[in-house]
C-alpha cells in the first residue's frame, strides 16, 4: 500500500491546550480522512476532506487537506480528557476501495 | 441499529488450534475488509472482499483465511499457521460507488491472545 507517515508518534499534552498532527504521503491524494481510535475499540471518522486546501472542522477538530495534496493536518482545540485515543490519518490505496493508514498518533491528556 | 458487529470481543487460541473471528454488518455494504492491528502500527490488510463469493488477499494474509457466502458476513479464521496471532483484529465494511474513496466504517474489535 501507499506509505503514509504520520507525527507526532505520542503526545501528552495538558488539558486546555491546542494541540497539532499531520501527515504526509509519498504520492497526491485526492482524498483525506482521519479517524479517531478509543481504547479497545475500533476507529471512528471525524474528518473526510475531498478538495485540495479544503478546511474542514467538527466541534473542536479541525482538519486542512495539503494544497499539495500530499499532506493533510489535525488540529484538537481546547483539550478534555476524552480526547485521550489514537488518531489515525487514512488515504486512499493503489485502488480507491482500499486505504492505506498512517501508524497513528496517539494522544494522552494530563487532567 | 445499523452497524458493524464483531465477536466475540476476546478470545484465546491454544497452541494449534485454528479459531474463527466473526463479523456482521447490516448496513447493506457492499465490501468487506479485515485489519490487524499490533502495538505502535497503523492498520494492517489482510483480506478484503468487494462481492459476495470472492475476495482477495491483502498485505499480510499469510496464516488466515475468509469466505463471503453472505454481503452481511465476512468471517476470519486465522489458523494454526499463524505463528504470532496476538493481535487486536479490526473488521470494516464501505460502500463501492465506482468514484472516489468509499469511507470504511469499523466494528470493535477482537482481542486474540494465544495461551
Known amino acids: 500500500g501507499q506509505q503514509l507517515n504520520q507525527s507526532p508518534q505520542s503526545m501528552f499534552i495538558q488539558e486546555g491546550e491546542d494541540v497539532s498532527m499531520n501527515c504526509t504521503s509519498s504520492s497526491i491524494f485526492n482524498t483525506w480522512l482521519w479517524y479517531k481510535q478509543d481504547p479497545g475499540e475500533g476507529p471512528v471518522l471525524l474528518i473526510a476532506?475531498?478538495?485540495?486546501?479544503e478546511l474542514t472542522s467538527n466541534g473542536r477538530l479541525t482538519a486542512q487537506f495539503g494544497i499539495t495534496r500530499k499532506d493533510s493536518f489535525l488540529n484538537i482545540s481546547a483539550s478534555i480528557p476524552s480526547d485521550v485515543g489514537i488518531y489515525f490519518c487514512a488515504g486512499p490505496d493503489s485502488n480507491d476501495y482500499k486505504l492505506s493508514f498512517g501508524a497513528g498518533t496517539t494522544v494522552t491528556v494530563r487532567a | 441499529d445499523g452497524g458493524i458487529t464483531q465477536s466475540p470481543k476476546y478470545l484465546f487460541r491454544k497452541e494449534g488450534q485454528n479459531v474463527t473471528l466473526s463479523c456482521e454488518q447490516n448496513?447493506?455494504?457492499?465490501?468487506m475488509y479485515w485489519y490487524r492491528q499490533d502495538p505502535g502500527q497503523g492498520l494492517r490488510l489482510i483480506y478484503y472482499?468487494?462481492?459476495?463469493?470472492?475476495?482477495q488477499k491483502g498485505d499480510i494474509a499469510e496464516g488466515y483465511s475468509v469466505s463471503r457466502e453472505k454481503k452481511e458476513s465476512f468471517p476470519l479464521t486465522v489458523t494454526s499457521a499463524q505463528k504470532n496471532p496476538t493481535a487486536f483484529y479490526l473488521c470494516?465494511?464501505?460502500?463501492?460507488?465506482?468514484?472516489?474513496?468509499?469511507?470504511?466504517?469499523f466494528g470493535a474489535g477482537t482481542r486474540l491472545s494465544v495461551l
Open positions: 448496513l447493506n455494504h457492499d465490501a
Open positions: 470494516a465494511s464501505s460502500f463501492l460507488r465506482g468514484a472516489g474513496v468509499d469511507i470504511q466504517y
Open positions: 476532506l475531498y478538495k485540495a486546501g
Open positions: 472482499s468487494q462481492i459476495v463469493n470472492d475476495f
